[in-house]
C-alpha cells in the first residue's frame, strides 16, 4: 500500500439526467472501511482537524462545496483543495491535518478504517512531532510480525473472505480446485492435493505408500518434530540420520549406514528455506530401492540447480501455517507429485477413503484445506516470488555485515543452491549464543531458536533410546544456531539495525 497522501480521481458516470461519481473500495481507497461521518455546516471562519492518527486511515470526500487540507509530517508538507472534481483523498496514518476554507455548502465526508478510539488520536503538534521521531528511527525489530501482511493486503484479503462467506461452499468448492491447479504449474509437478496441515500431509503420503508398523523411515535429526512425528503416526519408526555441518541439511554420505532390510523411505527436510543435497540421496534411494520424500514446509519456491521441491523426490509436502514463506490465515498444507496413482490414493485418503460419496474403500481420514484459506493462498500465490526475493535481498545484507566476524558462522550456500530463506540462522561459536540473545534483548531485536531440542533428545522419543552425542552436529547446533529476524516484511533498514547489533556485540 502507497504510504503517502494520495488523491484517486472520481469515476465519472455523469450523464444527462446528473452526475455519478464513483471510487472503488477495493482497489483505489485499499483500507477497509468501517466507519463513516460527514462534517457539514461548518463554520466558515474556523478551521477543523489539528491532530493526527497513529494507525487510522481515512478517505476525505468533498460531497458539496468545498475546503482545503493540509496533511504535515517533519519531512513534507501537502495542501489538496476538495471539491466535486478533485477526487477523493487517501490519508495514511501519521499524518498532521488541518481543514480550512471551508465554503458556505461543504459537506465534507470521512470514510474510515477503524471504529472510534480516542488513544489512536495526537491532538498536540509536540506530542505528534516526538510520536513520528519514534517511529522514523528503528528501536526495535520484531522477529516476526503478522499484522504485516494484513496492512499490505487488508482489503482484498476481507473481499476474498467475502466471496467465499456468501458463496455458500466452504470445503472442497472452486478456490482449493484453481489453488491445487496453480501451486501444481508453480512447482512444475503434475498434482498437486491440498490438505489439513503440513504435519498431516506428510502422514498421507507414508499411508499412501503402505508404510505402517514394521518399518522405518530415514529422517534428518535437525528438523520440526513434525517430519519424525509423522512417521511415528503412522505406526513406523523414524531412523534419524545426522545433518551437515554448513548447510544443516541431512549429510547423504550418512543415510547408507542407516538403511536396514526394514527401511522402506526417505523423510528428508529442506531446512530453512534451501534444499538438501538431492543428487546423492536419489543415488542412495535408487540403489537401496526407497521412495524419497521431500518436507517443503520451508522451501516454497526454493530451488536445486534449476529443480523445484518435488522434482527429484517421489512427493513433496507443503505446510501453509502462517509463518512459512507461503502462509494462510490458519493451517493449511499440500502435497504434489508426478505420481498419478499416488496422487489419486491421497485424494481418497484425505477426504474419509472415499472414492464415491458414502462409499468407504479404505481407511481415510479427514484432512481437507478450507475453501477461505484457499482464497487467500490463491492471492498471495502470485506474490510469492517477490516475497522470496526480498528475503534473497535482506540475506545479502546479513551476509554483507556478519561475513568477516570470526565469533559466528553464516549458513553456506551451495553451488546450484537457491535457497529462499525461511530461516536465517547463523552458528555462534565458543559458547556465545546465551550472551549475544542478551545483548539482542537490550537492542529490540527478535531472534528465535530452531530447534533448541534436536528430535533425537525429544522426551517423546526416548524410547528410540538415542544418546545426545549420536549426531553430534544436531547436538551441538541445538547450542549454536540463532535465527535472525527475516521475513519479507522487514524493511532493509530493520535487517542492518539488526545486522548491526549482532556485530556490535563481537566488537
Ligand atoms: C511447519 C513444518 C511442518 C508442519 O507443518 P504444520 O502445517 O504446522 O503441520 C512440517 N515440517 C517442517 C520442516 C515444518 O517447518
Not at 499416488?342 to 468407504?360: F, Q, V
Not at 565469533?407 to 536465517?424: A, C, T
Amino acid at each position: 500500500m502507497n504510504k503517502k497522501p494520495q488523491l484517486v480521481p472520481f469515476q465519472d458516470y455523469s450523464t444527462e439526467e446528473g452526475r455519478l461519481n464513483v471510487v472503488e473500495v477495493s482497489k483505489e481507497i485499499g483500507f477497509v472501511v468501517n466507519r463513516v461521518y460527514w462534517l457539514h455546516k461548518i463554520n466558515a471562519s474556523k478551521s477543523r482537524g489539528a491532530h493526527a492518527h497513529k494507525e487510522l486511515w481515512q478517505c476525505f470526500i468533498a460531497m458539496a462545496g468545498s475546503f482545503t487540507i493540509t496533511l504535515k509530517t517533519e519531512k513534507e508538507s501537502y495542501t489538496f483543495k476538495l471539491d466535486q472534481k478533485s477526487g477523493a483523498l487517501i490519508v495514511p496514518p501519521g499524518y498532521w491535518r488541518d481543514l480550512t476554507q471551508f465554503s458556505e455548502d461543504a459537506v465534507c465526508a470521512v470514510l474510515a478504517s477503524h471504529e472510534y478510539n480516542e488513544s489512536d488520536y495526537l491532538r498536540n503538534y509536540e506530542d505528534f512531532m516526538k510520536w513520528r521521531s519514534q517511529k522514523s528511527d528503528i528501536t526495535k525489530v520484531p522477529y516476526l510480525d503478522f499484522k504485516r501482511s494484513y496492512e499490505e493486503l487488508g482489503n482484498l484479503l476481507v473481499i476474498a473472505g467475502q466471496k467465499i462467506l456468501s458463496s455458500g461452499h466452504y470445503i472442497m468448492g472452486p478456490e482449493v480446485e484453481k489453488f491445487e491447479k496453480n501451486f501444481a504449474d508453480y512447482c512444475e509437478i503434475k498434482h498437486c492435493l491440498s490438505v489439513s496441515n503440513g504435519l498431516e500431509a506428510i502422514e498421507l503420503v507414508l499411508k499412501a505408500w503402505g508404510i505402517g508398523p514394521g518399518d522405518e523411515v530415514i529422517v534428518a535429526a535437525n528438523s520440526f518434530v513434525a517430519t519424525a512425528l509423522a512417521v511415528s503416526n503412522v505406526g513406523a519408526k523414524p531412523v534419524l540420520v545426522d545433518n551437515n555441518e554448513s548447510t544443516f541439511n541431512l549429510d547423504p554420505s550418512l543415510i547408507e549406514k542407516a538403511i536396514t532390510k526394514n527401511t522402506k523411505a526417505i523423510a528428508l527436510t529442506h531446512l530453512y528455506g534451501q534444499m538438501a543435497d538431492m543428487y546423492p540421496i536419489v543415488e542412495v534411494a535408487k540403489a537401496h530401492k526407497l521412495k524419497i520424500l521431500e518436507d517443503a514446509a520451508q522451501a516454497h519456491g526454493a530451488k536445486y540447480n534449476g529443480l523445484n521441491c518435488g522434482a527429484l523426490g517421489d512427493a513433496a509436502t507443503f505446510s501453509f501455517y502462517p509463518t512459512k514463506n507461503l502462509g494462510a490465515y490458519g493451517d493449511g498444507g499440500a502435497i504434489i507429485t508426478n505420481d498419478s496413482s499416488l496422487a489419486e490414493t491421497i485424494s481418497y485418503l484425505r477426504n474419509y477413503g472415499a472414492k464415491k460419496k458414502y462409499h468407504h474403500d479404505m481407511l481415510g481420514t479427514n484432512s481437507r484445506l478450507d475453501e477461505i484459506q484457499a482464497a487467500f493462498l490463491n492471492l498471495k500465490l502470485p506474490l510469492l516470488d517477490k516475497w522470496n526475493q526480498k528475503r534473497k535481498e535482506l540475506a545479502q545484507i546479513y551476509f554483507s555485515t556478519l561475513e568477516d566476524l570470526p565469533g559466528i558462522v553464516l549458513p553456506q550456500i551451495p553451488h546450484g543452491s537457491e535457497p529462499v530463506w525461511h530461516v536465517f540462522a547463523i552458528r555462534v561459536l565458543d559458547g556465545k549464543r546465551e550472551p549475544l540473545m542478551k545483548h539482542l534483548d537490550n537492542s529490540g531485536v527478535g531472534y528465535n531458536i530452531h530447534y533448541p531440542v534436536p528430535i533425537h533428545e525429544q522426551l517423546c522419543y526416548v524410547d528410540l533410546n538415542y544418546k545426545a552425542n549420536d549426531f553430534p552436529v544436531a547436538h551441538s547446533q541445538s547450542k549454536e544456531l540463532l535465527s535472525l529476524p527475516l521475513d519479507a516484511y522487514h524493511s532493509e533498514e530493520e535487517i542492518k539495525f539488526a545486522a548491526q547489533k549482532v556485530r556490535s556485540f563481537f566488537n
